[in-house]
């Protein structure tokens, strides 16, 4: 069975905190999934909402002072209670404050996973990395062992996206090559993919890693049969049928284009 | 003549308080249905914009403390000029947090109309109703009876929506069968009908439950549309087609298809 | 060679501050264009992103003390560093809280242009005009003398955006005449106009009026021809063929469409 078909019979209850550019679409596309998103961000609930989620996302987009506390207290409450967080960078090397929050909340905040682009991730290692704002600039590096530095750093799943993407933990490595460049074209569509991991996550057992590995195969081979649906009309059709994707793609049909290779 | 002509014909201004997730999606429901929206919530004004409006319409989707005094100087002010003001008390009983900030924005605020599902106007009556974070859950109470009780208890309209519809006030109850499932699967279908039943409320002249009753309605007719037009394609396409029923739905199609029933 | 080619070309990174409702529509519409959002409101990293940015774009649409600090921090930061600075007064006139923050906004920041709606940019010039909520009422005023007078005041670009477009710079002036109404049934069309305008503004040079008109005219092409695409459709599908509009109009079509007139 699926980790995809597991998400869509549990419905996990994912506990997001995001920002106001893709809040909307993250909750879309968590539904979409077949996942329950629950937003909310005030210090007086985040500690109940992290301990009943299966899942706690924490994404720095616009961040501000009470945003970061939220995170804090959310990203501890799930720690006391064995929910697993996903930590998404947003932006880490492109502001001080971007890379001193994160260095913060990785810091204080037991991870279960961190997702980011490679500026964002080797940001976290310490390691240089040219960047456009929040997208990832080019760099030198070699996003494998970025990711594997950063596993081990943060005794957590790393995750690098970018044209191919590395899935890190420490142990084993996986290389996914799905997905489909018209991806960086919608905003929050690296925040969505945060937020999938948690679902996959919250359904994954013993195999972290694999799990997150199907997931984020399963959102590539989203995107691309969304782009080819869609191609040549531009990016406001794919973000529509890409949500259609995420929830009408069928395990079989994923199964079929899914193409995760084990690096080690 | 219908109150949707009446929506279309007169654009009422509808005040909305609401959150990070669902603004947009609320904003352009409201347009599209031919009302006029005015997001605002700083302190400085939403006293003045609340008594320019025409309805008020409160949402704790995603709360704090900032939001709430914002809500109960807008509340306040639409009650001292005779503006109705919708509640929805996103999550009640999902968190403690919730539920104590819906009874307080109800004991200090006169609604026009409270609308919920089944396990947030539960909530707000004191029953037991299970949840599953902002969605509801399984429940065994008779909806009818909790709306009707929730209507008595607060002097307003009382709205619980799920399968059926049901719209209390008091006196008469109206059972609405028209929407469809997919709903679920949008964030902020809720949020948006809230929305939209306060601009019923801005034209409804003295038959207020009739009005609420047909806005509902018509939503509910527009969603049935909207999935039969894109019937297999998914949440993304259903979401864009909704937009377009709610503006292109003439109340002579709409009244063909509603289903209201009166209760008592 | 085209603004719009150079906005392709260099990717400019657009610095906004705004708000809940259009935050992600205009990051989408950014990317689409082929510019580079980036959205940051907090007082930790504003200075250093309008410092990095192309274009800095302040839209006070929901608007609170928090964020006004913001805006003047990042404003004075561009203004320092020689980055454009253009600001959208979303309903100023519509409360006295609007007017005042736009006043010292105004005041406090030296502008590269102004972009609203008449009611929104007669009241930066004390001149008289109705306006219903944030949406532009009927006035009496000529535009054209009330956007060239704006642009005498503060010393920038005002650019008045309705039927017609008027660009004024205090030497010259341009009305665009492109564009359809059903642009004011999509929440955020003008805020994403004024991001759309900043990207013009980033890769303009010396004929900065000039390029500004060009990215008007282009916004209004592009809606023109999601209009026909999606002709009867209604509001949902015109939003998704705008954004494709913006990605894949090209500009020997756009130059085909585009009117845009002298006017002294």
């Given amino acids: 069975m699926t980790y995809l078909s597991k998400v ?106 961190l997702r980011g682009n490679a500026a964002e991730v080797a940001n976290v290692v310490g390691r240089a990395w040219s960047s456009k704002g929040v997208d990832a600039g080019e760099g030198e590096g070699d996003v494998v062992s970025i990711a594997e530095e950063a596993a081990t750093k943060l005794g957590s799943i790393a995750i690098i996206t970018g044209k191919d993407d590395v899935i890190a933990d420490g142990n084993s490595t996986y290389i996914v090559s799905n997905g489909h460049p018209i991806l960086t074209k919608v905003t929050g569509t690296g925040c969505l993919l945060s937020a999938v991991v948690g679902a996959f996550l919250a359904v994954a057992g013993e195999a972290k890693a694999e799990a997150v590995a199907e997931g984020i195969s399963f959102y590539g081979v989203a995107a691309e049969l969304a782009y080819e649906l869609t191609e040549g009309k531009g990016p406001g059709s794919f973000q529509t049928e890409f949500l259609n994707q995420l929830a009408v793609l069928t395990p079989e049909r994923f199964l079929e284009r899914s193409r995760i290779a084990r690096h080690r």
């Fill in 8 to 113: 869509r019979e549990q419905n996990p209850l994912i506990h997001n905190i995001t920002n106001i550019v893709v809040a909307n679409f993250s909750a879309n596309g968590l539904l979409a999934l077949g996942a329950s998103p629950f937003m909310a961000d005030s210090h007086e609930e985040v500690e109940d909402v992290a301990q009943m989620a299966a899942a706690v996302v924490l994404n720095i987009g616009t961040l501000n002072e009470y945003a970061i506390q939220s995170m804090l207290l959310a990203g501890k409450s799930a720690n006391r209670h064995g929910v697993p967080v996903v930590l998404d960078p947003v932006g880490a090397g492109a502001t001080a404050f971007r890379t001193e929050v994160t260095a913060r909340l990785t810091r204080e905040i037991k991870l279960a996973a």
